[in-house]
């Protein structure tokens, strides 16, 4: 037992020779090294060292049937033997724009990549193709892959994230060219007011206004009608464009969480779970907007290409998980997840712990908070915050065998049942319990900090 | 057989109706309809109709062995069993980055994205952390995928590229930010003195200059010793980074092009047939500077994560596709090569037209010209010219039943052998014949045309 318990250890050691960190992605990074799996099978994923752990992160929410889901293996085995890429076309990608387009009314043609990254990126270059303008506007804190735009103030700090009605535009990597800093524009997630005047300010000039409807980072809780449809409305009196990412959140319903909306996005970015567990992205929408990129036109306004974008193995894969996420599969799924959010507030009452849970359809997220934020800069979590959530996911990790999103955020998977959430529940429990000093010290000091932060601006 | 005929052209009118241009990527755009791929083996490829091809093309370059490589193919359906993704390691992507970074001496470490996109991207957005700086210099007419940054002039023609001691920016899709435009040096290819004259007016700015040793759409053929060495020597003395693009030539032997000059780059971007068929990309160099990304380093100058990196399914694959991609097999497959290029020469010879053939290693690429040309500008091809290669490509995919890249270059593959090759130097000879008077037009043409174009500035 103990020699095979050193065997993550043993693998991690060769990793950081090779490997900046020892990782490939910083999110799966863990002290004091990162575990390597064996395999996976539904929720369960095991780790070279034999340790079983039922699976909430789902790969970042990309395995919407979990893992090694049979009708995805079974049609994916198949395509392998016919070839996995091909510098012609299939019949599969057309036949799965045809499904993904049917799902949202305002999905009139799709165009697929290779990543949620990708998606974004492409998107935003539409909708500056199409506008002929050059700035975007995006939500503080929320985070919209790697294209350095959309990356502006994605971890702002008290320190440095500015009056409410003016975010700073923080960079997030060292080197940003102050040029991309002066592109983007960044508003206040679901403040209306404060938005509406950043882009007031920059009319003559937005391409587009990017909005995750439910975003992770800035605490996973959604849009507000009012939010959207104010900014819709702004769109169309200035010639710019509306678009959604829902890279996370295509799974709250069947055509997105668009679809509480009474208006809809002019583009949308997806990814994650519309890849059948491989590499994916795509973005949907306004034909007129898409045909930037159809090399039927003359001048073509945006020259597009991707040696892996719409493989067959990526389509076959993608197209199975999402025709098996019908209504009904999508029905029963956020209902388990609801189930599971009663739950957990329940173990919350019954620790008397200063926690909350935001979250919609099959996601949610935990707070060290009396109450759900409701803003990024709520949301924001200090250090001592920081480390005290860590604890907990590492208790969950550790002795209860439960893996989650870093961030203290459960993305469900059709792959789990009650007996699962049961687990979860009773393991969220314990770990509150087992830190419960901690998590009321530092909701303690919460009002202190975040008045000297000043929230409000 | 009418109506099996039909049934590409019956795809793609669905296709219309949902794919902008009916296409995923624009690269296997073809009039009137794209042909539809219903199974691939080795260097064949058969159509929805029933019509075989050899593939000369390989997925623009990403299938080193052809397709539906068994060992692939086995390898790939055991890990499947097992899970394709995870919010965990896995032992794999470890192994992997050993045997990469041990075929070249300068890649100390390196890390894994989903695209040869996202590997330019990253790479840029690196070397711009490691050196705080925001320019990046590139080639005129250089493709390094999709970010905007190094799209700039890469397709630029006589009326806009400007002098060549300072080639124009020209953005290549409509909306490009100036600012993007203000960060990018262009630099004529293998031309030192208007470089280096170039590189000294943004000294102080630079984060890196990126290099295409073999830049297909430029042309073909290597960069210089003299120019290589020129560059790397003044780098060093600005705190620049020499950053190179191998993503499509990291096949020319076994460490990559860069193993053929003196001087190695910092950085370098790989993509392409290193995932085996699956969609990958990969930046790898040295040490210092891809700590930036390292999670244990405070601060974190480059936040670096994605969803698929490292997937086990594209490393199981990559891994296998490499590991039998070794110092033989490179040989043996740049030696057919060779064959089918003077094989070629032959045919030109033979057909008596003004055709030539630039190249290394397994590609190579057919210019209407009597001489290969030795710049972008001399490669330039005008609209007649164009029309001219389209004819002679119709004619191998249609006649001849062979694909090759778009641009009229074939990258080969290990599945490939003699027969083929003469297959593919006999069909050429008919097409050169059957497009004779068409090609000594354009070539009678071309001296005045580029003359006007005065492509030495």
Redesign the interface.
Known sequence: MNTEKKSSEK??A??V?????G???????HKPF????????GCM?T??DGTQRI?F????A??IHG??YPPI?EA??EQ????????????V??RY??HL?SRAPDFD??????????AV??MV?A?????????IAKAEGSYNG???FVEVSQ?SSPENWGPIDHPNRNP?????????L??VVVYPFNDIENTLNLLDENADDL?CVLIDPIPHRVGLFAATDAFVEAVYAWTRKHDTLLVFDEVITFRTTYGGAQQNYSVKPDLTAL??LI?G????GAFAGRSDV????????S????????????????MT?GYVAMQDFDQNAILDLNELTARAISQINEAIKLADVPMSISGLGSMFRLHPRRNAPESYREAFQFKEEKAVMTKILDHMFYKENI?M?NTGTCMFSTAIGQQEVDRLSQGLMNAFKANKAELNEVWDRYHEKHKKADPKG
């Open positions: 693998i991690y060769d990793a020779t090779v490997l900046p960190g990782v490939s992605r910083n999110t799966i990074f990162p575990h390597y799996v064996s395999g996976a099978s994923v780790d070279i699976d992160a789902n790969n970042m990309s395995l893992h090694a293996v994916v085995t392998l033997k016919k070839g996995t890429a091909y510098t012609l076309a299939t019949e990608e057309v724009a045809q387009t043609k799709i165009r697929f990549v290779n990543s949620g990254t990708e990126m492409s270059k909708a500056r193709a199409f506008t002929g303008k050059s700035k790697t294209y350095d971890v997030l990597a060292f080197g940003t060219p102050p040029g991309v002066e592109d391409a990814g994650k890849g567990g491989f590499p994916v898409m045909s930037v990129m159809d090399p039927n036109e001048p073509l306004r945006l020259p597009h290409s991707g040696t892996f974008s719409a493989n067959p193995i990526t894969a893996i999103v």
